[in-house]
């Protein structure tokens, strides 16, 4: 499933469409009306966590890429696309997709603070939720979109080796700096997940995810599907600390 850094890239590709007009629309989508999709002014690109947002005068169009969905632009794959957008500068296209259509102004849909990829991101906000659930797992935590919007399994395995905490410990076992810590990284890991992957070097760089081999100690990394949401989780046991 595409995270927050992936979606913030395929805003910035698709940017060049803002103020264009939709001159075709077409695609297998039967959530939305695709035929009304044409000639409708694109008055914005944006994205909240793992949500693309195309912004129309009076609703928007949400595209969530699931675990499988993917896009082209000015390309196209053999599949059929649940969306393809005609304009005068080029063509986009979303494949095995979540196509949804979002008539109320997207501020009030959206809260913003919760979007880990976003300037507004409220680090406070965040330890006040984390705090509320003080009997969840810490992996659980960081996949829960409502905190950390745009974060998943990558993130999730990536954070807690840089912050040494196990991914079973309890959020209201951990000391608050280490909590506060574990928020910090998140946005920290955002960034550097955003600059790989801009650079194609991302899985270069994971210390984590999908390894065998501890980098700090050595030992071999445990591969488990944990907690309630059971994705697949790669750890530690040495240098990982378990806060039960």
């Not at 675990?67 to 053999?78: A, C, H, L, V, W």
């Not at 697949?232 to 039960?244: D, I, M, P, S, W």
Request: hydrophobic share 40%.
């Amino acid at each position: 499933m595409p995270e927050g850094p992936s979606i913030i890239i395929l805003k910035e590709a698709a940017i060049r469409f803002k103020g264009h007009t939709i001159a075709e629309a077409e695609g297998s989508a039967k959530t939305i009306e695709i035929p009304e999709l044409a000639g409708q002014k694109v008055t914005d690109i944006r994205s909240w966590g793992k949500h693309f947002l195309i912004c129309f005068p009076k609703f928007s169009i949400r595209i969530h890429l699931l675990m499988f969905g993917s896009y082209t632009i000015d390309e196209r794959k053999p599949a059929k696309p649940r969306l393809r957008l005609f304009f005068d500068n080029g063509e986009m296209s979303f494949y095995a997709c979540s196509v949804r259509r979002i008539d109320l102004p997207l501020d009030e849909v959206y809260d913003w603070s919760a979007d880990v990829m976003n300037k507004k991101f409220d680090t406070r906000k965040a330890n006040r939720k984390l705090k509320k659930e003080p009997s969840a797992f810490i992996c659980d935590a960081i996949l829960d979109q409502n905190i950390f919007a745009g974060a998943g399994n990558i993130f999730k395995n990536e954070v807690l080796f840089r912050a040494r905490v196990h991914p079973l410990s309890r959020i209201g076992s951990l000391p608050d700096a280490k909590r506060r810590q574990i928020v910090k990284e998140v946005i920290r890991y955002g960034k550097d997940f955003l600059r790989w992957k801009r650079a194609f070097v991302l899985r270069k760089h994971w210390e984590a995810h999908t390894k065998k081999t501890c980098p700090r100690d050595g030992s071999p990394f445990t591969k488990a599907y944990l907690g309630k949401t059971e994705r697949r989780t790669f750890f530690c046991g040495v240098c990982q600390k378990l806060y039960a």
